[in-house]
């Protein structure tokens, strides 16, 4: 699978470059980049009036996790070997599932810190003062895989993707970490569909340790259950392909999943890319 060339405003790396100081041209620190990109969101949230309680909620929830990631990603920055990564890189992915399983309402207890009073005022939402705990109802985020992808300008996405993707329910990944080597994986989690006949499909990425950096020297995956005659091609689904999905794709691939796609998902998810386009996000939900 050929990706398409992605271009990500919402990375790291690229505000990190990118983003300067107006007045005198310094570049900003990565805490001001941080605490800019954390209250940009915030700000979208709070003004967004026409959503519920429980979205408002949600979508605060999935900010706190991904502050707490960022927080702890910075334990392995900017060191010159990879030993700390293989320590805290694994952890992420608890955050990523976690926030999976919100996203997914995979649990009503994963909600069990509800807004305060002041959270109410300060996010402007207009609330039933007889609102109980029990008329709550916990409901996936819709299309919020879909958007994320979509948006994410990274895999090819056609219509019958589109289609699928809309039964895409959860996306859990993770990453072990031993002296020889690595292994990721990702698993998608679908509800039935039209298309194929799998509850999940899953990847796996094996790496060897070579002079200290991880090298990608293998990739697993199923073969997929096509419906006759649903199968598709130039499709996002070519990841599992055999004949479109070779090595160095997979490299490039599982870079972006693991640096980019999972670490930002949010900001994907809203279309976020700066601040100047923050209104975007009033299309996604």
């Avoid at 699928?164 to 031993?178: A, K």
């Amino acid at each position: 699978m050929k990706p398409i060339s992605h271009n990500i405003k919402t990375t790291k790396n690229t505000k990190k470059k990118d983003k300067i100081l107006s007045g005198d041209k310094t570049k900003k620190t990565d805490e001001e980049i941080e605490k800019e990109d954390e209250a940009s969101i915030l700000k979208i949230i709070k003004n967004k009036k026409d959503i519920s309680e429980n979205m408002k909620s949600k979508l605060i929830m999935l900010n706190t996790l991904k502050i707490e990631t960022d927080k702890l990603k910075n334990h392995d920055m900017n060191k010159e070997s990879n030993t700390l990564r293989n320590t805290y890189e694994p952890k992420y992915y608890e955050f990523y599932n976690l926030i999976s399983d919100i996203i997914s309402a995979k649990d009503s207890s994963l909600f069990s810190n509800k807004l305060t009073e002041d959270d109410y005022k300060t996010y402007n939402i207009e609330t039933n003062p007889a609102t109980t705990e029990s008329d709550i109802v916990y409901e996936p985020i819709k299309n919020f895989w879909l958007n994320a992808i979509e948006n994410s300008n990274y895999f090819v996405i056609n219509d019958d993707d589109k289609n699928i993707l809309n039964h895409l329910i959860n996306v859990h990944s993770y990453l072990t970490v031993n002296n020889d080597g690595a292994i990721f994986k990702i698993t998608f989690h679908f509800e039935e569909n039209d298309y194929f006949t799998d509850s999940e499909i899953s990847k796996v990425y094996h790496y060897s340790n070579s002079k200290n950096e991880e090298d990608l020297i293998k990739v697993d995956f199923p073969k997929i259950n096509w419906k006759e005659g649903k199968k598709i091609s130039k499709s996002f689904f070519d990841m599992f392909d055999e004949e479109e999905c070779k090595l160095e794709e997979s490299k490039s691939e599982v870079e972006y999943i693991r640096n980019d796609f999972l670490p930002n998902i949010l900001e994907l998810y809203m279309n976020f890319e700066d601040d100047s386009e923050a209104d975007d996000y009033d299309n996604y939900v």
